[in-house]
């Protein structure tokens, strides 16, 4: 592993040389090499984690059966990877200012179970909430190990992988590509008026 620290100011309380920057470049088993970028300020405690992918592969979906055997399975998920679990509903598409990051099974569904915290805070409809909050409990279900769902992360750029020996891999076809966001803004020449 090859890291490299650097102090620098923080842009959010604007501390001077507060900020640590950490970028290391890793090599993963079956996967390739990442980069991963950490900042952390010392002062106002701002933390910020992105996973780059440093190598391109071929577009695929991973899907794994989400049990009490599973939820240690390694996941790296790449900043264009949109992450479904189908059986509860629930889609994290990238945005422009989606990140990648290496967990496990049990740290997606902890992601999503945050989503589904903030989207209850957000609701105003009781039914919404009520719907929200059983969404919630079948996710802490699930990473206690008593509720089997389907995970399944489709990465366009083929930089996401799930790495456990229930994990099934499919390379994507060209109109699954198509359909799926990739958290970059794209411009299609055919599209744009040319002014004279």
Known sequence: MNQQDMKI?????????FMT????VEKIPYFGEIMESILIC???????????CLEQKEPSRYTIEVGDRTL??????SQSATIRIPELGLKVEPGPRSTGYISNIEGVVERFETAVKTAINLFEEDESK???SE???MLREVRG???????IIEDPFGQSFVGHPRAVREKLSDEEIRSLKTGFLVFESDEIDEED
């Open 9 to 17: 100011d923080c842009p959010v309380c604007s501390g001077e040389k």
């Open 21 to 24: 920057a950490i970028s290391r």
């Open 42 to 52: 010392s002062r106002c405690g701002y933390r910020s984690t992105d996973i780059i």
């Open 72 to 77: 240690n399975a390694r996941v790296v998920k």
């Open 130 to 132: 009520e719907k929200a």
């Open 135 to 137: 969404i919630l409990e």
């Open 145 to 151: 190990g008593k509720r089997n769902v389907t995970v």
